[in-house]
């Protein structure tokens, strides 16, 4: 069966898993990979598009929007009316 | 009879004839809130005020003697994962636990726009990742059938809710068999409607191309009426179908005469209880009785499908909660030293357990040396399910199948076994992974527990499941009595 690294999945989706919860995080992860891996074998390899149906993107057109202490009320924490986060660059 | 225990349709009727008023049936909810929601846990939040003053406008607008819309006045009760402007959204998450959107989800206008009346925002499994509501963050909802059971997932307090008369209808989601498992469940009526007849905009995305909202009620007439509001085109869900839809209550002719109803084999397998198979024979042989022929097909697939829908869904969650990183909106750690520092801990305080092991299964799937192996072959398969519907759908007009393989399971049964708890879907997510529409019908009890009836049809074909529904409601009598607490 294959083995599946929590460590390295947890941190490529941005999360931790506590010390405690890795074991079992490892055990129900590996059930799981295990039942997802019954599938049959298939003969083709390219998945097909759908000619008739396909997704109609809309028109790229500037509308009235939101307004910005609207969407900003949401936000944990604001100030000059953007959202603040960590710095992410040196000085 | 109190005025909570009727259907949408009788109290429309009561309204036009004014045997009451909105607002008395609004405050008749609430009260049946008051009395059982302790014991119930349906919902989230209560939205009492509000709705009191929507009823009342309903009673100005009859007053004036305008004419009102079949659900005007009608208390529903909404799952929280449906965006409603001004009113806390959570999807039972840490994550969303203070975000109030700021607009409202297309099938909230909808309703809005014929005078509906929100009752509350109802409990489910987090970010709708559950079958039985116990992943909720914030409590654990009981099923009014039998309080010590689970109301099923991940829609159970929408489910709960109606089953309680804490709400005349609701809406739920639908990614795998979120509306159909708890209506089984709780012994009421769920619409899971075909992919693309219902906007998803406004609806927390859990896995895109698989997600539709549905209603939920106690007669096939008040689902139907729910349908018809809540389905259409929308420009702001590319998924969304070009296509003009009719009044699906007005259409209702309950003949199922000369019918095709195909019975898959794979659906009645070892893995079904006895009780619930017998329950669902049972209905097949009324809609014998009325007409109807049976027809036995396979769908071979139908083996791997639980293993193609958990590797798409959770791809797809996988993409669509990396929106949840403490920026924006919603929760965000304290203590943190870098911006990589706070995603990891507000993601990892943020989310339960269930939604970090479904966000795993999704990364872990589309990563690089694995994509071809996992996702693809799900993907692959998923054609070939929907080619074997189609198929079978040459031999017969609608499917028949048990909706659950068992009756609702105790509370903490399967809490640490995700495995059992995602055998719960077997007999779901194969219609989610088709993109076509499904109802579960309550088809009798099984040690005094309710078992259920799915029918599927072809894509857009709900008028049809209404018809062999309304045969199989009038059989039993009519109305799902709401449950005795």
Do not use: W
Not at chain 2, 186 to 192: A, H, M, P, Y
Not at chain 2, 197 to 225: H, K
């Amino acid at each position: 069966m294959l083995e599946i690294d929590i460590k390295h999945v947890a941190k490529l989706a941005r999360l931790r898993i506590e010390d405690e919860k890795v074991e079992m995080f490892q055990r129900q992860m590996g059930d799981i990979i295990a039942m997802v891996e019954r599938l049959p074998e298939m003969e083709s390899r390219v998945l097909p598009v759908d000619r008739a149906n396909r997704m109609e993107l809309r028109k790229d057109e500037i509308k009235p929007s939101l307004r910005r202490d609207v969407i900003l009320a949401n936000a944990p924490e604001t100030a000059a009316g953007c959202v603040v986060v960590p710095k992410t660059t040196e000085s | 009879m109190n005025l909570f225990e009727y259907s949408a349709g009788e109290l429309h009727k009561k309204l036009l004839a004014k045997e009451c008023s909105a607002v008395e049936i609004t405050e008749s909810v609430l009260e049946r809130i008051d009395a059982c929601e302790e014991k119930v846990g349906a919902y989230l939040t209560v939205t009492g005020e509000q709705a009191k003053a929507a009823a009342a406008k309903v009673d100005a607008k009859i007053a004036a003697g305008e004419e009102i819309h079949p659900l005007a006045g009608i208390p529903m009760g909404i799952k929280d994962n449906i965006c409603t402007k001004g009113v806390t959204t959570t999807c039972a998450s840490k994550m969303l636990y203070n975000f109030v959107p700021p607009y409202n989800a297309t099938v909230m206008d909808k309703l809005e726009g014929v005078d509906a009346v929100m009752i509350g925002k109802l409990n489910m499994d987090e970010f709708a990742m559950g079958s039985s509501c116990e992943n909720s963050h914030f409590k654990l909802t009981h099923n009014p059938r039998a309080l010590d059971r689970v109301p099923g997932g991940s829609s159970g307090g929408s489910a709960a809710a109606v089953a309680a008369g804490e709400a005349v209808v609701t809406l739920g989601s639908d990614t795998g068999g979120s509306i159909r498992q708890p209506a089984a469940c709780c012994g009421i009526i769920g619409l899971k409607p075909t992919y693309g007849s219902v906007s998803r905009y406004g609806l927390v995305a859990f896995a895109s191309s698989l997600d539709q909202i549905g209603p939920m009620g106690r007669t096939v007439e008040d689902v139907a009426n729910l349908y018809s509001i809540i389905c259409g085109r929308d420009p702001m869900d590319a998924t969304s179908a070009r296509r003009e839809y009719p009044d699906f209550a007005a259409q209702i002719s309950g003949d199922v005469q000369g019918m095709r109803i195909g019975l898959p084999k794979e659906y009645f397998g070892p893995g079904v209880e006895e009780g619930v198979r017998a329950a669902v024979m049972d209905s097949i042989h009324t809609l014998e009785r009325k007409g109807a022929k049976v027809v036995e097909l396979s769908l071979p697939s139908t083996d791997y499908a639980l293993s193609a829908y958990y590797i798409i869904s959770s791809a797809e969650a996988s993409s669509n909660l990396a929106r949840f990183d403490g920026v924006k909106y919603g929760y965000r750690a304290e203590g943190y030293t870098s911006l990589t520092d706070m995603y990891e801990r507000t993601r990892s305080e943020g989310f339960g357990d269930e939604v970090k092991r479904r966000i795993m299964l999704g990364t872990f799937v589309l990563s690089s040396g694995y994509y071809d192996a996992y996702y693809n072959r799900a993907k692959l398969l998923q054609k070939t399910i929907a080619e074997e519907f189609t198929a079978a759908f040459e031999q017969c007009d609608i499917i028949a199948t048990p909706t659950t393989p068992t009756t609702a399971f105790r509370l903490g049964e399967n809490v640490g076994d995700p495995l059992k708890m995602y055998a719960s879907d077997i007999c779901t997510v194969t219609v989610n992974i088709a993109g076509l529409p499904a109802i579960s019908l309550p088809c009798g009890m099984v040690d005094g527990l309710p078992a259920g009836l799915q029918l599927i049809g072809p894509r857009f074909s709900e008028g049809r499941l209404f018809n062999v529904s309304r045969v199989l409601e009038q059989e039993r009598g009519g109305l799902c009595a709401v449950a005795a607490l």
